[in-house]
């Protein structure tokens, strides 16, 4: 995958997530390693998400990961803390605020997935 192809799949993903109660501000930088190489950052503030294909330099705290690690992350299929903890994830700066990262990722993929489950079967009643 290209640097392009990685970043428009995670700000998809990212862009996707609920944040409406979320108070603050967080930022976080993604330094993509190996193919497709490149930096971005996400931030969170007041209720609203930022991705942009830029270094961070305010930043709480790097994240550096493989491509294909930070989709599925970004996606749900795989756990932010599980790949720190298999050596898929490494972190720079604040450990806590990539916890609390982690955190709103995996409480934004539940909140999708339970709201794409909830128009699933609004549909199924419908036929």
């Known amino acids: 995958m290209t640097y392009q192809e990685i970043f428009e799949k995670a700000k998809e993903n990212i862009l996707s997530y609920s944040v409406d109660e979320r108070k603050g501000h ?3 930088q993604v ?3 190996g193919e497709g190489e490149g930096a971005f950052y996400i931030e969170l503030k ?3 998400v930022f991705v942009e294909p830029y270094e961070y330099y305010d930043r709480d705290c790097i994240l550096k990961v493989s491509g294909e690690d930070f ?9 932010p ?3 720190f903890t298999k050596g898929k994830l490494k ?3 604040s450990i806590d605020k990539a916890l609390e990262f ?3 990722v995996n409480e934004a993929i539940k909140n999708k997935k339970k709201s794409e489950k909830a128009e699933k079967a609004v549909k199924g009643k419908k036929k």
Do not use: F, P, T
């Open 26 to 28: 967080l930022a976080v």
């Open 31 to 33: 330094n993509i390693v």
């Open 46 to 48: 007041d209720n609203a």
């Open 71 to 79: 989709i599925a992350i970004s996606d749900g299929s795989l756990d």
């Open 81 to 83: 803390v599980a790949a």
């Open 91 to 93: 972190i720079e700066g």
């Open 102 to 104: 982690s955190k709103i």
